[in-house]
């Protein structure tokens, strides 16, 4: 079992800057690709970014290209999203997700074993 705790979620205005972190705790945290989702009210849930078990790749939305750092520190077994120039559009819970042991999309819901609570991102415009 892995447990997941998100934080740095709250209020922002447009053009502002958030890091999100993911606190893990569980089974061996650096064996686990992590990955960053969202949900806003009313729609699916979706993929933000992710990043391989000893952070020598990365993986972005077509979305948060350019604007979101996805990071890890596997000695303090969490995961960052730094989330700059951010947009109304961004406004959504965002959730952490530690991916299974043999994954092959990590851009999928369903590739995720492990989920934390969320934290939610209000951006105003």
């Known amino acids: 079992q892995v447990q997941l705790v998100e934080s740095g979620g709250r209020l922002v205005q447009a053009g502002g800057s958030l890091r999100l972190s993911c606190a893990a705790s569980?089974?061996?945290?650096?064996?686990?690709?992590m990955g960053w989702f969202r949900q806003a009210p009313g729609k699916e849930r979706e993929f933000v970014a992710a990043?391989?078990?000893?952070?020598?790749?990365?993986y972005y939305a077509d979305s948060a290209k350019g604007r979101f750092t996805i990071s890890r520190d596997n000695a303090k077994n969490t995961v960052y999203l730094q989330m700059n120039s951010l947009k109304p559009e961004d406004t959504a819970v965002y959730y952490c997700?530690?991916?299974?042991?043999?994954?092959?999309?990590?851009?999928?819901?369903?590739?995720?074993?492990?989920w934390g609570q969320g934290t939610q991102v209000t951006v105003s415009s």
């Open positions: 990043i391989s078990w000893s952070g020598g790749s990365t």
């Open positions: 569980g089974r061996t945290f650096s064996s686990y690709a």
């Open positions: 997700a530690a991916a299974r042991p043999y994954y092959r999309n990590l851009y999928v819901v369903a590739e995720y074993d492990y």
